[in-house]
């Protein structure tokens, strides 16, 4: 029994000796170091936003605005459909209170009732003072043909009867031209007064039948198939018991779903990438698994501030191509904007990039070189290496223990363009020391007695 334990002690030293050699040598040869492969393929810098839906075309559902006419500042909203209602065209979006109209419609009707009276009455007394005219002239005719008899008859008479008989006649004639006349006069002052009422009725009558037609009018359907959108109206959505101004009788809207657009904010650092045309790849929060694409259609030109941000951002609306009938307005939107897109290329993350003395762009290789790249685009992630790499490399994300004071490797180009670019610099700089030589000599020459 002793003899097992001691056996069983000592496999367990044994044990934890080989296991404490063993960590201990791996722990001292393995570096903490990270490798990334150099890629090629495509390269696509991405400009990511988010948005928010709203329908490309809309038409506004409107009150009746022809109330104001009728001195209503005001209607109410009485009754309406909840927001978000799918309505066909001529379907109930909701009614407006008509109690002001109708009183105003009753003042009306017996302001029209009076006018009819009126008129009633000035033409019953138009007819009896012309037909008392008509009997005058008459009359007057019958005088006149008697006064002619009367003078016939007396051709035998004395002259002075005979004058007088003349006399007769003309006064006669004279009485029966101012009767005509009397006629023609009154026939017009009455035909203005008949016109007048007349036109006082058919005033009254149109202003009636108006208010009938804008009566209908309360009642607000849809003009178009769409998605009812309450409007805001001095801070709030429009609702049951608000009031909408007669000069501004806009209710709601009805977005035409079938096609949308995602109205996004941009930085002013990312704006100057962002170009109409460039095609959008979009995603959204209340479906995840959906993809669409869009385009961008208009950038704005100027920026602005939004709420809860101190930097300025500019407006970008982008058309999605697809129609779907899930999508409504207000959804948000996550917004992949490809500003540029490479293919066939080499990049790497932007980890591995150094630099040195600001000028000097490098990598680490796996295989212990410190290699000089040139660099092409960027995007969030990566960096397109236009010389430098290939494909297949693999290099360090962060500064491996060897590579502290290792020696960059330079492109031969590259090197020699600095060269060259060296040399130039330096040629004014001997070229001014030569000069300053020369005239030191110069002086020298001149200043010996």
């Known amino acids: 029994m002793k003899k097992n334990l001691i056996y069983v002690a000592i496999g367990s030293v044994v044990v934890i000796g080989a296991l404490y050699f063993f960590f201990a040598s791996g722990s001292a040869g393995v570096e903490n170091n990270i490798l990334a492969n150099v890629n090629k ?29 009728f001195r209503i500042g005001n209607f109410t909203i009485d009754k309406m459909v909840d927001e978000g209602t799918v309505v066909k065209k001529g379907d109930f979006i909701c009614s407006i209170d008509k109690t002001e109209l109708f009183g105003r419609l009753e003042d009306r009707r017996l302001d029209l009732e009076q006018t009819k009276a009126q008129y009633e ?9 012309l037909r008392v005219e008509r009997d005058n002239i008459l009359n007057q005719e019958y005088i006149v043909q008697e006064q002619e008899l009367i003078l016939e008859q007396s051709q035998f ?35 203005a007064r008949m016109l007048e009422i007349a036109a006082k009725l058919r005033e009254d009558q149109l202003e009636v039948d108006q208010m009938v037609e804008v009566l ?54 990312d704006i100057r990438r962002v170009k109409v045309g460039q095609r959008v790849e979009l995603g959204m929060d209340a479906f ?4 669409y694409t869009g385009e961008v259609t208009k950038v704005a030109n100027v920026g602005q501030q939004r709420p809860n941000s101190d930097a300025k951002v500019f407006e970008v ?42 000028s000097i762009n490098y990598v680490y290789l ?58 130039e610099e330096e040629e004014p700089i001997a070229a001014a020391n030569s000069s300053s030589s020369s005239t030191s000599r110069s002086v020298s020459k001149n200043s010996t007695p």
């Open 121 to 129: 009455q000035i033409q019953l007394d138009t007819s009896l003072n």
């Open 317 to 358: 609306i982008i058309e999605v191509n697809e129609s779907d009938p899930m999508l409504r307005p207000s959804m948000t939107s996550s917004n992949a904007i490809i500003a540029d897109q490479l293919n066939d290329v080499i990049y790497v993350p932007l980890e591995a990039v150094n630099v040195e003395n600001d």
């Open 366 to 423: 796996r295989n212990g070189v410190k290699q000089e790249v040139l660099l092409g685009l960027t995007n969030a992630n990566d960096v397109v290496i236009e010389k430098g790499l290939n494909e297949g490399d693999y290099v360090y994300l962060n500064t491996p223990d060897w590579g502290e004071n290792l020696a960059v490797n330079l492109l031969e180009e590259l090197n020699g363009k600095r060269n060259q670019d060296s040399q």
């Open 216 to 269: 209908d009018k309360f009642v607000v359907t849809a003009p178009q198939d769409g998605m009812v959108i309450y409007v805001d109206y001095r801070g709030s959505k429009v609702k049951e018991g608000s009031q909408i101004s007669t000069w501004n009788p806009v209710v709601a809207t009805l977005p035409d779903l079938s096609t949308m657009q995602s109205i996004t904010y941009v930085n002013e650092v």
């Open 41 to 69: 393929g495509e390269f696509r810098v991405e400009i990511t936003t988010s948005g928010e839906l709203e329908a490309l075309r809309s038409v506004q559902v409107f009150g009746p605005a022809e109330a104001r006419r």
């Open 288 to 291: 995840p698994d959906k993809k």
């Open 157 to 191: 008479e004395p002259p002075a009867i005979i004058k007088q008989n003349e006399y007769n006649v003309e006064k006669a004639k004279r009485e029966l031209d101012q009767a005509r006349e009397r006629y023609r006069i009154k026939s017009l002052q009455e035909k």
